[in-house]
């Protein structure tokens, strides 16, 4: 463990800890943020009437709309001479989200990212190959800081030019790699078209996130790459990678309580659910300084547990993200994660991990195309073996999701491989 006085705190003084911190940030927002005093005024709300966590359920929520509408500074808690980094992600929308440190904002970040780094394998004697991009996106300089917090050697390659990655992470002798799930499948079809075996590589395990991955797609990474694969997540409103991470269990990501106060709401209603049930993850940061954010929901749809984790860590874990609540796809009424075919195309195994879907409506009618690649060995053998592949694909959606679906296997390498997020929908639907 990277901290164990605050990995392993007991809960009692864990909540403490977090109560003293919360009123801290809510006084802090009252006084510097205008759009929160306003908010607390219109609910009839003052900091001062938050007497324990539990109260939390009773302010007011942040949603991405709210940091849009206040584009670019309005809700930075501090003074812009303060802020030493800006960070920002393009979203789908059209209006960037902007978010902004102070020195001390990067401590905690880079703090964040050496626990994640260290509960992944990672340690001063590790070379780190960050593929993450660098920029405005956080990957990249996010798992860059912790990385040289705990005194890894670090390869700040940025994205692309995956030949050139691979000749590295050999030539270097990198330990860990960082990069999302999809880049990782990528790299590792390179290191076989390149006639390497991972055996020959040093690489020990890999975090990756910044995108949803099944339990399925770790198994195919971890035998493809012959590492230890383990999840991080996070977004730049809260503070970029490092808002949770997978420890040894590989059971949950452990969401740094010291720094967050995490909640699981039913997006429809707005009501908080109780532990383990599933919904969107609600999130209030306790320290930052430049953006504190209260309630922020995150659109992400995963549940927490309080168990007692195997790794000793005390903080409360959360579930993989299966997708988010905007992603989730309404189809005939159904509704489905991208995730959820990508759990069942991985579990019958005979296509290779890429894979798209097509939505689209005919007349009044949803349709769900599933387009999917299959090994070169495959595609050459018998038509008839194809058929047969897609008719069990076909059974198998309708079996678990109760839908039907047109599946066409497509030869090797013809869905554009990513070297960030992957875009696995593509919805012509005019919603
Ligand atoms: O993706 C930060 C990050 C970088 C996380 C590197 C992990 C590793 P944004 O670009 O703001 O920030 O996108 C945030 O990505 O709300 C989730 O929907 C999704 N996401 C991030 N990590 C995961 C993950 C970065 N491990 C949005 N599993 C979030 C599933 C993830 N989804």
């Given at each position: 463990?990277?901290?164990?006085?605050?990995?392993?705190?007991?809960?009692?003084?864990?909540?403490?800890?977090?109560?003293?911190?919360?009123?801290?940030?809510?006084?802090?927002?009252?006084?510097?943020?205008?759009?929160?005093?306003?908010?607390?005024?219109?609910?009839?709300?003052?900091?001062?009437?938050?007497?324990?966590?539990?109260?939390?359920?009773?302010?007011?929520?942040?949603?991405?709309?709210?940091?849009?509408?206040?584009?670019?500074?309005?809700?930075?808690?501090?003074?812009?001479?303060?802020?030493?980094?800006?960070?920002?992600?393009?979203?789908?929308?059209?209006?960037?989200?902007?978010?902004?440190?102070?020195?001390?904002?990067?401590?905690?970040?880079?703090?964040?990212?050496?626990?994640?780094?260290?509960?992944?394998?990672?340690?001063?004697?590790?070379?780190?190959?960050?593929?993450?991009?660098?920029?405005?996106?956080?990957?990249?300089?996010?798992?860059?800081?912790?990385?040289?917090?705990?005194?890894?050697?670090?390869?700040?390659?940025?994205?692309?030019?995956?030949?050139?990655?691979?000749?590295?992470?050999?030539?270097?002798?990198?330990?860990?790699?960082?990069?999302?799930?999809?880049?990782?499948?990528?790299?590792?079809?390179?290191?076989?078209?390149?006639?390497?075996?991972?055996?020959?590589?040093?690489?020990?395990?890999?975090?990756?996130?910044?995108?949803?991955?099944?339990?399925?797609?770790?198994?195919?990474?971890?035998?493809?790459?012959?590492?230890?694969?383990?999840?991080?997540?996070?977004?730049?409103?809260?503070?970029?990678p490092g808002v949770s991470s997978e420890c040894s269990a590989k059971n949950g990501l452990h969401i740094p309580e010291d720094h967050f106060i995490a909640e699981i709401i039913d997006p429809k209603t707005q009501k908080v659910l109780p532990e383990g049930s599933t919904g969107e993850l609600v999130i209030t940061t306790i320290t930052k300084e430049t953006l504190p954010l209260i309630r922020y929901r995150t659109g992400d749809i995963t549940s927490l547990t309080r168990e007692k984790c195997s790794c000793g860590r005390t903080h409360v874990r959360m579930s993989k993200v299966s997708g988010r609540s905007d992603d989730m796809l309404i189809i005939r009424g159904v509704n489905v994660f991208p995730s959820q075919i990508e759990s069942i195309l991985l579990d019958i195994g005979e296509t290779e991990p890429h894979y798209q879907l097509v939505v689209d409506r005919v007349g009044s009618m949803d349709t769900l195309g599933v387009k999917v690649e299959v090994s070169e060995q495959m595609f050459s053998d018998r038509i008839k073996g194809l058929e047969e592949l897609e008719n069990v694909i076909r059974r198998e959606i309708d079996n678990v999701l109760g839908i039907s679906a047109e599946v066409k296997l497509v030869e090797p390498k013809t869905i554009q491989r990513s070297e960030g997020k992957a875009q696995r929908v593509i919805d012509q639907r005019n919603l």
């Open positions: 463990m990277w901290h164990p006085r605050y990995e392993n705190m007991e809960r009692q003084h864990l909540e403490k800890l977090q109560f003293i911190r919360l009123k801290n940030t809510l006084e802090r927002v009252n006084l510097m943020v205008p759009y929160y005093r306003n908010n607390f005024q219109a609910t009839g709300i003052e900091p001062g009437d938050i007497k324990s966590l539990n109260d939390i359920s009773s302010l007011p929520f942040t949603s991405k709309n709210d940091l849009r509408d206040n584009y670019p500074f309005s809700l930075f808690a501090t003074d812009l001479s303060e802020v030493v980094r800006i960070h920002s992600s393009s979203g789908t929308s059209g209006i960037p989200t902007v978010v902004g440190y102070t020195q001390n904002d990067l401590d905690v970040w880079s703090e964040l990212m050496a626990r994640a780094l260290v509960s992944a394998g990672g340690s001063k004697e590790s070379v780190i190959h960050i593929a993450y991009g660098y920029g405005l996106f956080t990957g990249g300089l996010g798992v860059h800081y912790g990385a040289e917090k705990i005194g890894a050697t670090v390869i700040p390659i940025s994205g692309g030019q995956t030949k050139r990655q691979v000749r590295m992470i050999r030539d270097l002798g990198s330990t860990l790699l960082a990069c999302t799930p999809s880049y990782a499948i990528f790299i590792a079809e390179t290191i076989e078209e390149m006639n390497l075996k991972p055996e020959e590589l040093n690489l020990k395990s890999g975090l990756f996130g910044a995108e949803p991955w099944s339990n399925n797609m770790r198994r195919i990474i971890e035998d493809k790459l012959n590492i230890d694969a383990y999840d991080i997540y996070g977004l730049s409103e809260i503070i970029g």
